[in-house]
């Protein structure tokens, strides 16, 4: 696994400047990595990479690794950990190209501040594959100047020592210092320069690309523990429920059931008669777009959040529906029935190649199906909740916030306070899923908070909350047509798409997708076929659209692979040997033809992508699962994959239905390419998060809309895979492919689950599931 050095990425030795709050001590030694893309090559580099990513980058550092007189060394980490183990994954980059002795690693939760930390967007999978490089660096420097500073004070040349596991040994004497004794001597060198910069090889790294554990079955090496996990089981650990800061208030909000309506009037007399209950007070909304802003409502504030929950429940309130009388008739049957009306006629063209019509006409056979994907709630167990104290012009938050700046930026607007006077401690989150990206409950908290200067007053959500007024993940509707020739060769493809877009949150209703969501396996069919044409004809949303894991992969894939399956079954043929079929010759694409393709904020030059890749992970998952393999009846195995945050994923389904129409899914097989792996732990375990949360999409996940009003609004009807639900086996084979760019990892795995257990459904009933969820399809 090797790390390009002349990637722009700067180094700095910041041991005198006080970026880090508290933390920088007089003799430690401070590095600070940062990406500098001012001195990438061309026009065309600044383009794309990071400088595409939401909020750009700054000029000053981003992260900061810190040693310590006593040897603590400190990586401030500017992810948020919301269970997928970047502040473990990103102390090991650290700590093992350092030399660090695990036991005397630490990790500190950087603020909001964009100003020392760059973008701290935590989404789109892009934590490790933007950092691993930079950490790296800073490591590989801060260990060249403790081998500098050990020369130094031996009066040796620098070739004759080399750091070890956290001290410096001069190797024809076997004299040692330990780390902490060189940090305060090493604060006065320079800082390699990057050409200088010498990584460890493969062979040297203790940790990084190791696989540990038990993997399928076999039992590898041991593995340094997380860095949160003993606080975790422990219940320790402080996830954003947990604030403690003393005396405070606690706080819910009746918000208004329909997108968009506004508070009429409200009778407060009941509630606060509830024991408990302190102050009933209005909450501004900001209407429709509603960005990151608030709902707007009624906020009950008590002494506990039982008497807040019971206030609000003896609130009496009439809502203005106003501009949003539109929404108001929001009805998911009768706008999915317009969507699939209207994805019988042409839409905007997106993608052309070949003469449609004339392959159309020269068919031998025609195919075609009409898919459907819910709305559905990111759900994470934690529900938002966020706890602010203001202090005349300043504020504090603690919230489980996957964008801390953001988070900064829109409470200091809400406030008038100067960004600079507000403070955002990033808590563990309790899950994400992209819903705690739009930081709406820290505003609210904060609008509460300034009627009570000096108190802290915490928001809670509650499950009922959470659900009904969520960011939604969009609704879909794919249609698709094709034509096979005499031998089943499909020599025509039409696919319309037709989905809310995530912009209407900041912008009028645009109703069509825009690039970047065009881009998320609509534009980039990566199938070779002589005739294709991709459409997007329009859709408006009547909710708030948001990000959820995986974003518009989800219906794309869930289309794009069940739809093949369907042509396999109507050309006779193996639907392993179908796809490959379908996918051609190995080659790169999209087409020069098809011209620019938003590539997750990637140089598509870099990240290409690859069929040669998508057939390597197809291949890989079906000969671990043995595809083709002779089953008993009522028994089937079921295949897709999809290229999604730049790595590759395919899945294998085995079930069982039985008469009553029961499903037993038997064993997953999931084969991931994602290029270098820096912990192959966690990649696992997010392969095998993505299959269970992708069974619950496929099986369960819906949110339905009557009259504008959210229909679902707890676990009893909003459900969850169970452990019934759950395959009896997964298992995970991780492609070796060392020698490209790093990908993805916490969103990939999950689009092509739902189509590869529908299709393997199908293969153990004949039962086609063409709408989603499943739910009781199997039974009728």
């Given at each position: 696994m090797t790390v390009d050095t002349k990637d722009p990425v700067l180094l700095a030795n910041v041991s005198r400047r006080r970026f880090m709050l508290g933390v920088a001590g007089g003799s430690a030694l401070v590095l600070a990595a940062r990406w500098d893309w001012a001195h990438a090559n061309t026009e065309e580099e600044q383009k794309y990479g990071a400088a595409g990513m939401p909020g750009g980058w700054t000029d000053d550092p981003n992260v900061f690794i810190q040693i310590d007189a006593d040897g603590t060394v400190t990586l401030v980490n500017h992810r948020s950990e919301m269970g997928q183990g970047i502040r473990t994954s990103v102390a090991m980059v650290m700590a093992d190209e350092l030399g660090a002795n695990w036991d005397q690693v630490k990790v500190q939760q950087a603020v909001g501040d964009h100003s020392r930390y760059g973008n701290q967007n935590t989404d789109g999978s892009r934590s490790m594959r933007h950092w691993y490089g930079p950490l790296r660096r800073a490591a590989a420097a801060a260990r060249q100047m403790l081998e500098q500073s050990a020369a130094n004070q031996w009066l040796v040349p620098v070739e004759e020592v080399r750091a070890g596991v956290h001290e410096v040994v001069h190797e024809p004497s076997g004299r040692t210092l330990g780390f902490g004794e060189l940090a305060e001597a090493a604060r006065g060198l320079e800082v390699p320069d990057h050409t200088s910069l010498k990584l460890k090889s493969?062979?040297?790294?203790?940790?990084?690309?190791?696989?540990?554990?038990?993997?399928?079955?076999?039992?590898?090496?041991?593995?340094?523990?997380?860095?949160?996990?003993?606080?975790?089981?422990?219940?320790?650990?402080?996830?954003?429920?947990?604030?403690?800061?003393?005396?405070?208030?606690?706080?819910?909000?009746?918000?208004?059931?329909?997108?968009?309506?506004?508070?009429?009037?409200?009778?407060?007399?009941?509630?606060?008669?509830?024991?408990?209950?302190?102050?009933?007070?209005?909450?501004?909304?900001?209407?429709?777009?509603?960005?990151?802003?608030?709902?707007?409502?009624?906020?009950?504030?008590?002494t506990n959040t039982w008497a807040a929950i019971k206030g609000r429940e003896a609130l009496s309130i009439d809502w203005d529906n106003g501009p949003a009388e539109d929404n108001s008739a929001y009805t998911s049957g009768s706008y999915r029935e317009a969507l699939e009306k209207r994805s019988q006629s042409p839409g905007k063209v997106i993608r052309e190649e070949g003469d449609l019509a004339k392959a159309m006409e020269s068919a031998a056979q025609k195919v075609s199906a009409t898919y459907y994907m819910p709305h559905m709630a990111q759900a994470p167990m934690e529900p938002p909740n966020a706890t602010v104290r203001i202090e005349k012009d300043r504020a504090e938050v603690w919230a489980p916030v996957q964008n801390p700046e953001a988070t900064r930026n829109t409470v200091a607007e809400r406030l008038g306070f100067d960004p600079a006077n507000v403070i955002v401690n990033v808590t563990l989150l309790g899950g994400g899923f992209g819903r705690k990206s739009k930081p709406d409950f820290a505003i609210e908290a904060a609008s509460i908070a300034q009627t009570f200067e000096g108190q802290p007053v915490?928001?809670?959500?509650?499950?009922?909350?959470?659900?009904?007024?969520?960011?939604?993940h969009t609704v879909s509707v794919d249609h698709l047509e094709a034509g096979l020739d005499e031998n089943g060769k499909t020599i025509g493809w039409l696919h319309r798409s037709l989905s809310p877009s995530i912009s209407s949150l900041f912008a009028p209703d645009p109703e069509h997708k825009v690039d970047f969501e065009l881009g998320m396996g609509l534009n980039t069919t990566p199938f070779n076929i002589p005739a294709l044409q991709l459409e997007n004809p329009p859709a408006s949303a009547h909710v708030r659209i948001g990000w959820f894991r995986a974003v518009y992969n989800l219906p794309h894939a869930w289309a794009i692979q069940s739809f093949a399956h369907e042509l396999s079954v109507a050309a006779g043929r193996d639907h392993r040997d179908y796809l490959l079929e379908l996918l051609g010759e190995d080659r790169k694409i999209p087409n020069p033809s098809v011209g620019d393709t938003w590539n997750y904020g990637e140089d598509p030059d870099i990240y290409t992508i690859n069929t040669g890749r998508m057939r390597g992970v197809i291949e890989r998952a079906t000969d671990e699962a043995r595809w083709g393999k002779e089953l008993p009846k009522g028994r089937g195995m079921g295949l897709a994959f999809h290229h999604s945050f730049v790595s590759y994923t395919a899945v294998v389904f085995d079930v069982e239905v039985d008469d009553a129409g029961e499903l037993i899914i038997h064993r997953a097989d999931i084969a991931f390419d994602c290029g270098p792996q820096a912990n192959p732990e966690r990649i696992r375990s997010q392969m095998e998060g993505a299959c269970v949360m992708g069974i619950g999409i496929a099986l369960q996940n819906e949110i339905s809309f009557q009259d504008g009003v959210a229909q679902q609004s707890n676990f009893d009807r909003y459900l969850l895979p169970r452990m019934t639900e759950a395959p009896r086996e997964v298992r995970v084979h991780l492609v070796d492919n060392p020698d490209v760019p790093m990908g993805g990892v916490g969103e990939p795995g999950l689009p092509p689950v739902a189509p590869a257990l529908v299709n393997a459904i199908y293969a153990a009933t004949g039962k086609r599931i063409r709408s989603l969820p499943v739910g009781d399809q199997l039974k009728a």
């Open positions: 493969d062979g040297d790294l203790r940790f990084l690309g190791k696989e540990t554990g038990i993997i399928n079955g076999e039992l590898k090496s041991a593995f340094p523990k997380a860095i949160d996990g003993e606080d975790i089981v422990s219940g320790k650990a402080v996830f954003g429920a947990d604030v403690d800061v003393g005396d405070r208030l606690y706080a819910v909000i009746a918000r208004p059931p329909v997108y968009g309506a506004t508070l009429k009037n409200f009778d407060d007399a009941a509630a606060l008669k509830v024991p408990g209950v302190k102050k009933v007070m209005s909450i501004e909304g900001t209407g429709q777009p509603a960005a990151f802003k608030p709902l707007g409502g009624v906020a009950v504030v008590a915490t928001l809670q959500w509650t499950r009922e909350d959470d659900l009904q007024h969520s960011y939604f």
